[in-house]
């Protein structure tokens, strides 16, 4: 599968923005999806995923109720809504595939198989 994500931008602090991550060549229903963000300097980190049975959906602490992760099976793509933005959201943000991921390594970005380029987001003060 080939990831494609978007909707990335420059948006002032308590903004919004919603980040989409479009899959080609494979069904998204097949693959269980997830968000990292990376920072500069800092390592690339796990933000949310939704389960590929099921639609179960997994949040780091600290973004819980700021982000939701949903997915369109007829658009077959990931999308990534982010409320109250903050200028430590500043990243790149991207979308991965990954399949057999059981709940206590969806935050591993090592399970994950497949990437999209990223798409960088940048909250100002």
């Known amino acids: 599968v080939q990831l494609q994500a978007s909707g990335g931008g420059m948006v002032q602090a308590g903004g919004s923005l919603r980040l989409s991550c479009a899959a080609s060549?494979?069904?998204?229903?097949?693959?269980?999806m997830g968000w990292f963000r990376q920072a500069p300097g800092k390592e690339r980190e796990f933000l949310a995923a939704i389960r590929r049975i099921g639609g179960s959906t997994y949040y780091r602490s600290s973004v819980r109720g700021r982000l939701t992760i949903s997915r369109d099976g007829a658009k077959n793509q990931v999308l990534l809504q982010m409320n109250g933005l903050k200028p430590e959201d500043t990243a790149i943000y991207y979308c991965?595939?990954?399949?057999?991921?059981?709940?206590?390594?969806?935050?591993?970005?090592?399970?994950?198989?497949?990437w999209g380029q990223g798409t960088q987001v940048t909250v100002s003060s």
């Open positions: 060549g494979r069904p998204i229903t097949n693959y269980d």
């Open positions: 991965a595939a990954g399949t057999g991921l059981i709940t206590s390594s969806y935050s591993n970005a090592r399970q994950y198989a497949y």
